[in-house]
């Protein structure tokens, strides 16, 4: 057993001093008492840092890194449709090495970031043409191969991609996307389980599947995440097709419930709201990219009015467990944004302050960090996201003595000004992948990357 010994620990809700974490192999054994450390005891003193669980981006795709610059502005009318154009050109663009160049860029930029869990929304399958790979899972194991040389736990997200869209041909520009039946889906993920990966399935929006394929996938066991509510034409599509709003579409299949995530969530009306307040089912928001694309917000503040004047649901997890964020198409890649985004999108839209009210003056900060750590696990289905005995070891320490924090008080500076240049030292599974800053491949793979992504503009 080990010992982690910050000035502050992340427990609770709270930025606590005194404390030291115990690493016992993958998992925290404990948190004790500074004071009562045994005589002799293994320590690792973190002066002037604070230890916070490891963030989790619970929606990624990773591939998109490499739109990063290109798209953020281009001349003329401009829109999510138009962006989507651009993406799917890097798509066709990237060779099975340039997927597992750019993957692994957008995961050490990640863990540099403080994130040590990733939820990879995976759906480049096949060859530009459509052509299985002689090993038909070939692309998602590179990315998970990327992600493991990194050092970022990963969870591949097996995206179910059917069609175009209702009534729509089939678009050639998502030829790498399709699979031909829900079960060749289904056995995916199957493969990827035997071969020890953690596999979750991601029926990609209503948009791409029917609504026999959402209906073959309500046996599925694990985490289910969707595209849901994103776009105003997505949801018009939906009540064309079932009558239904997207989120109703998918609790007709049977798939909205504990384990399900709707990603976006950001045009809801309030049944749909309502909907995923009975079920237990969970929200993921991805601000940075929501914003890059023109999506709009997450309704924070209608979410949370569900509770009030009445009693909430007898059992119903706290919203920080059903709440989660992913920073998406990776325009940029900072949990600090993403989380303080929620209650700042909140207060843009209803023109007052803490639309997430809490009694304690750390309260919200605590709640957020929440949001972005515990949330992403329990979407994930993993067992990190806290400082508690028997979680995984995924840690990250942050630098209480830069600028943007001192003199401050700690927590709510932490979320509201924080950034990624603060996260000095990560762990994963009780093994530290960032030392003060700095990643062992980063030369390596960043070098990888540049040279792929070069490949794609020739
Ligand atoms: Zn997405």
């Known amino acids: 057993v080990r010992h982690l010994l910050p000035d502050q620990v992340f427990q609770d809700g709270a930025l606590r001093p005194g404390l030291a974490v115990a690493l016992d192999g993958a998992c925290i054994a404990g948190v004790v008492s500074a004071d009562a450390l045994p005589h002799g005891a293994e320590i690792e003193r ?52 340039g997927v597992e160049a750019v993957s692994a860029l957008a995961f050490l930029e990640m863990v540099r970031a403080g994130f040590t869990t990733v939820g990879e929304f995976h759906y480049l399958q096949h060859a530009p043409d459509g052509t299985p790979y002689a090993d038909p899972d070939e692309l998602a194991r590179r990315v998970v191969s990327a992600a493991r040389r990194v050092g970022i736990h990963i969870v591949l997200l097996r995206v179910a991609y059917g069609r175009a869209g209702f009534g729509l041909d089939p678009n050639p ?31 990609h929006s209503v948009r791409a599947c029917p609504a026999d394929w959402l209906r073959a996938f309500s046996t599925f066991e694990g ?39 709707a990603v976006h969530l950001t045009h809801p009306d309030d049944a749909e709201l309502g909907t995923l307040d009975e079920t237990g089912a969970a929200a993921c928001v991805c601000p940075t990219t929501e914003l890059d694309l023109g999506d709009g ?22 919203v920080t467990a059903r709440l989660s964020i992913g920073t998406d198409s990776h325009a940029q890649i900072d949990p600090f944004a993403e989380i303080r985004a929620i209650e700042l999108h909140a207060r843009a839209v209803t023109g007052r302050r803490n639309v997430w009210a809490h009694a304690d003056p750390d309260g919200l900060a605590a709640a957020l960090i929440e949001v972005g750590t515990a949330g992403g696990a329990a979407a994930l289905g993993v067992g990190a996201g806290r400082i ?71």
């Open 46 to 97: 973190l002066p002037g840092r604070a230890l916070l669980p490891g963030f989790v981006n619970a929606h990624s795709h990773a591939f998109q890194r490499g739109l990063r610059g290109h798209v953020q502005h281009t001349v003329g009318a401009d829109s999510f449709w138009t962006w989507r154009d651009r993406m799917y050109r890097l798509a066709n663009a990237l060779d099975p090495d």
């Open 223 to 261: 985490p289910i995440h969707a595209h849901v509510d994103e776009q105003p034409a997505e949801i018009e599509a939906s009540l064309r097709e079932h009558g239904r709003r997207p989120l109703h579409a998918f609790a007709d299949a049977g798939l909205v419930r504990p384990g399900f995530v």
């Open 173 to 203: 520009l998502q030829r790498r996307f399709y699979d031909a039946t829900p079960d060749d889906v289904l056995a995916a993920t199957e493969r990827l389980r035997a071969t020890g990966v953690n596999v979750g399935l991601a029926p």
């Open 388 to 458: 508690a005995p028997g979680a995984r070891a995924d840690l990250v320490a942050v630098d209480l003595t830069a600028p943007a924090v001192r003199g401050a008080r700690p927590l709510p500076a932490l979320v509201f000004a924080g950034h990624p240049g603060l996260v000095r030292d990560v762990w994963v599974g009780g093994r530290r992948i960032v030392d003060a800053g700095v990643h062992p491949f980063e030369g390596a793979i960043l070098a990888e990357a540049e040279r792929a992504l070069a490949r794609t503009e020739a």
């Open 297 to 318: 917000f997450f309704p924070l503040e209608r979410l949370l009015s569900l509770g009030r004047g009445g009693a909430p649901p007898r059992n119903a997890p706290p």
